[in-house]
């Protein structure tokens, strides 16, 4: 199996909260695009909160969405072997260098993990940033298809939570 590099993070200097994924899925590598599986309710739940519901076409005004709420997108492993796309087989993770990121841009002061794998791996690598109380965390039910006992309803309770301060602010 070949090593899977992920994207480039989605962020602007205004990005007050990240979103990490673990490692893009074989349709968004594929597509080179984050959360690009139809059945993923990652931008679906995105539009609810910031778009009245509806769902940008055009990659680049998802991506542009987010920023424009101070929301940057990125993942916690740079680069892995993975059989499909199923978190349960990534392996040989290498991470992303989150001091570099969070030095370059300080006003990022929320980390929200979209699933478990995404902050298990995040907390194998940075044990000293977890411990920082300028950041505040939260692990979040993953958007992906796989996690089917979470309908979206329900994943937009969550999440609604923790995005609250951008969502009341738009």
Not at 41 to 61: C, D, H, S, V
Request: proline share 5%; aromatic share 12%; with cysteine.
């Amino acid at each position: 199996m070949e090593r899977l590099i992920g994207f480039a993070p989605s962020i602007d200097e205004n990005c007050t909260t990240i979103i990490l994924g673990s490692m893009p899925s074989v349709k968004s590598l594929e597509q080179q695009q984050y959360y690009a599986h139809p059945q993923n309710r990652f931008w679906k739940l995105m539009a609810i909160f910031f778009n009245e519901g509806i769902i940008p076409t055009i990659y680049q005004e998802r991506l542009e969405l987010l920023r424009k709420n101070h929301i940057a997108l990125w993942d916690s492993i740079d680069s892995c072997i993975r059989e499909g796309s199923l978190d349960s087989a990534i392996c040989d993770e290498v991470p992303n260098d989150f001091k570099v990121l969070f030095a370059k841009y300080p006003k990022i002061k929320t980390i929200c993990f979209n699933g478990g794998k995404s902050f298990q791996c995040f907390k194998k690598y940075n044990k000293d940033i977890l411990k920082d109380k300028t950041y505040t965390f939260y692990t979040l039910p993953s958007t992906s298809p796989a996690n089917a006992k979470f309908r979206l309803p329900m994943l937009q309770e969550v999440w609604q939570q923790a995005l609250a301060r951008h969502i009341n602010n738009k």
